[in-house]
């Protein structure tokens, strides 16, 4: 398998941008995370999925950004209008679990680098 | 609300020494708790997970117990390696995942 990929790897763009970021998970993975990584606030949930399905969006900062899961194979975040205060690490992760109290360990992608001028 | 800690931020130790990382946790209802590794510029990887019923588990030179009456987890790595170096998290499973915000390990050859 070759594990949950995000893309792009890298994003410089300007403020007042739309940023959209994408996640694919590991097949058979049935929860969905998007996390954000700063200096300042360490690692922070975004929001998760299960079964495509948004069940906890309260960590998403503001109404500029949301998240979509199509299906179970793809996951966007999407940034419109981008801060220079969104600029942090996002990270998708996945995993497979009944129910939030017994996920099983979460699988990281790489990470996507967002930096907004 | 739930707050995960992390001390120190930062430890050197030099090679083949014996280490202990700390997580303490304010809110003692969870449900597990994750330890990770962070490498720079990097994702992710799991070390080990604990669930609130289990009082540690092992993984080669890793052990991570767990005292959810007193809030804390150590994670103990033995006979430490320079490619131990990085930063270790760990993650607090209750109704939402709380992250600590690490500690960054550098072993010295």
């Known amino acids: 398998d070759a594990g949950v990929i995000q893309s792009p790897r890298h994003e410089v763009t300007e403020m007042g941008q739309e940023v959209t970021l994408r996640c694919k998970p590991i097949?058979?993975?049935?929860?969905l995370f998007w996390y954000r990584q700063t200096m300042m606030r360490g690692l922070e949930l975004l929001i998760y999925?299960?079964?495509?399905?948004?069940?906890?969006d309260s960590g998403m900062p503001e109404d500029r950004f949301s998240a979509k899961m199509p299906n179970a194979s793809f996951s966007t975040l999407k940034i419109q209008p981008s801060e220079p205060r969104d600029s942090a690490v996002y990270f998708c992760?996945?995993?497979?679990?009944?129910?939030?109290?017994?996920?099983?360990?979460?699988?990281f992608g790489p990470g996507t680098r967002l930096t907004v001028l | 609300k739930q707050e995960v800690t992390q001390i120190p931020a930062a430890l050197s130790v030099p090679e083949g020494e014996n280490l202990v990382l700390n997580c303490s946790f304010t809110?003692?209802?969870?449900?597990?708790l994750q330890w990770f590794r962070q490498d720079p510029g990097k994702g992710l990887t799991s070390l080990l997970l604990?669930?609130?019923?289990?009082r540690e588990q092992t993984s080669g030179r890793l052990n991570a117990s767990l005292d959810k009456s007193s809030g804390r987890s150590t994670l103990y790595i033995a006979a430490s390696q320079p490619g131990d170096s990085a930063t270790y998290l760990c993650?607090?499973?209750?109704?939402?995942?709380?992250f600590g915000k690490g500690t960054r390990l550098h072993i010295l050859p």
């Open positions: 604990i669930q609130s019923s289990q």
């Open positions: 809110d003692s209802a969870i449900y597990n």
């Open positions: 993650a607090v499973g209750s109704d939402k995942i709380i």
């Open positions: 999925f299960n079964n495509n399905v948004p069940i906890d």
């Open positions: 992760a996945s995993t497979v679990g009944g129910a939030l109290s017994s996920y099983n360990e979460q699988f």
């Open positions: 097949s058979g993975h049935d929860y």
